[in-house]
């Protein structure tokens, strides 16, 4: 676990000695999205997630605490740049979720499509809203990289650093 899953967190597991592929979920205030029974290609969330950061100030989204999570949540997943979606691969496809960013912190907002091929029994809500500062997402993306670096240097097909 890298983070802490209470607030940010990423749990991976690369698979095999060939370090291709990665079981992966992203923690956020405790609850666990993705599934670890499906693999991804290794780093693809890294990817994902180093392009939320890089582009964070065209994330630029005021929500208004008027506004209720479904409003929010259908404004983001509707723009027509489609820039809020975050793709992080097949370990993730029962699961919308989308990052926006405003005064240093980046705000995600997810919702499980029902019905989902994996069952989640630990997840009890269907949806939710977490924020997330820029440093500790930052520094929990800047280990996590590390940490992939690391587990694929001695295969045929290695991480390298970006961050």
Do not use: H
């Amino acid at each position: 676990m890298i983070g802490n899953s209470k607030n940010f967190a990423i749990e991976s597991q690369i698979v095999g000695s060939e370090g291709k592929l990665e079981r992966v979920r992203l923690w956020l205030k405790g609850k666990a999205l993705g599934s670890f029974e499906d693999e991804n290609l290794t780093g693809m969330e890294l990817g994902t997630l180093i392009n939320i950061y890089r582009n964070r100030d065209t994330l630029e989204y005021n929500d208004s605490s008027s506004l209720s999570f479904s409003a929010s949540f259908n404004s983001l997943l509707n723009d027509t740049d489609s820039k809020y979606i975050c793709n992080f691969g097949e370990a993730f496809d029962d699961f919308v979720i989308l990052a926006s960013y405003s005064n240093r912190r980046f705000t995600f907002y997810w919702k499980l499509v029902e019905p989902s091929y994996f069952k989640y029994p630990d997840l009890n809500e269907k949806k939710g809203k977490v924020i997330v500062d820029e440093a500790v997402f930052l520094s929990v993306l800047k280990e996590y990289e590390a940490f992939l670096v690391d587990a694929t240097k001695n295969t045929n097909t290695p991480i390298k650093p970006v961050l």
